[in-house]
């Protein structure tokens, strides 16, 4: 069929992303997953990893290092109770790009301090910008995929933070003094680089609806 003998609202969409025969769903559930690995793994799950050298450099007491996660706690909660008026508004590119964006600068903020109200502040922005990811990320899937195949992609998804740990496993204890700045201070440096990576990638390639590539959702009803 002739491009001009197609209605015009049909000729004027945007056209689909070629990637040869692979779903572009999965595209999109891969990107959920390493989001998440920003969002969850490195920017809550790898704060168990820095607290000792935290604790041991800045002299941190028992409950000075539960407050610091507890700030995380809070700024998460926040961006759950948010979540509901601006995705709707803004959409899962929009609203995971700016949260990894969110995480990557309170972790700049938290690299270059050594105060422990500011390492506090700074955490509970990370926590806000990490729900800013994870319930967007959820819920996009819901959209890409049908009921056939939404868990498998929600499980890999899920698998990022995962990842997360294991990377913070292995960096962590490695990382040195860079500078002026302690080793726990280099890892934080470290992560919020990745997560500027990340945003990057997630705001190229994550669609809210597979209608903004001319696609269908993948699976069966």
């Not at 002739?2 to 056209?15: G, K, V």
């Not at 604790?55 to 996660?69: D, H």
């Not at 669609?207 to 069966?220: C, E, I, Q």
């Given at each position: ?64 290092s ?5 700030a ?35 972790m ?7 105060s ?18 994870v ?28 990842f ?58």
């Amino acid at each position: 069929m002739r491009e001009d003998s197609l209605p015009s609202e049909l000729r004027n969409r945007t056209p689909p992303l070629s990637l040869g025969r692979l779903h572009y769903a999965w595209v999109v559930a891969a990107i959920g997953s390493i989001a998440m690995f920003c969002g969850l793994g490195l920017g809550r799950f790898a704060f168990g990893m820095l607290l000792p050298s935290m604790s041991a450099s800045l002299a941190l007491s028992y409950t000075q290092s539960g407050i610091l996660g507890f700030a995380n706690l809070i700024g998460y909660l926040v961006a759950v109770l948010l979540s509901p008026l601006i995705l709707p508004r803004f959409g899962t590119r929009l609203t995971s790009t700016a949260s990894l964006f969110v995480i990557a600068a309170s972790m700049l903020g938290m690299a270059f301090t050594i105060s422990f109200p500011m390492l506090c502040a700074f955490y509970v922005l990370t926590g806000i910008g990490s729900g800013g990811v994870v319930l967007p990320m959820m819920s996009v899937m819901s959209h890409w995929f049908f009921p056939s195949h939404r868990g498998l992609a929600l499980g890999l998804v899920m698998a990022g933070p995962g990842f997360g740990i294991i990377l913070s496993g292995f960096v962590v204890p490695k990382l040195l003094p860079f500078f002026s700045l302690l080793s726990w201070q280099t890892g934080w440096l470290i992560f919020a680089l990745i997560n500027i990576v990340v945003a990057c990638l997630t705001f190229a390639l994550i669609r809210n609806h597979p209608d903004d590539v001319t696609r269908s959702p993948f699976g069966r009803v």
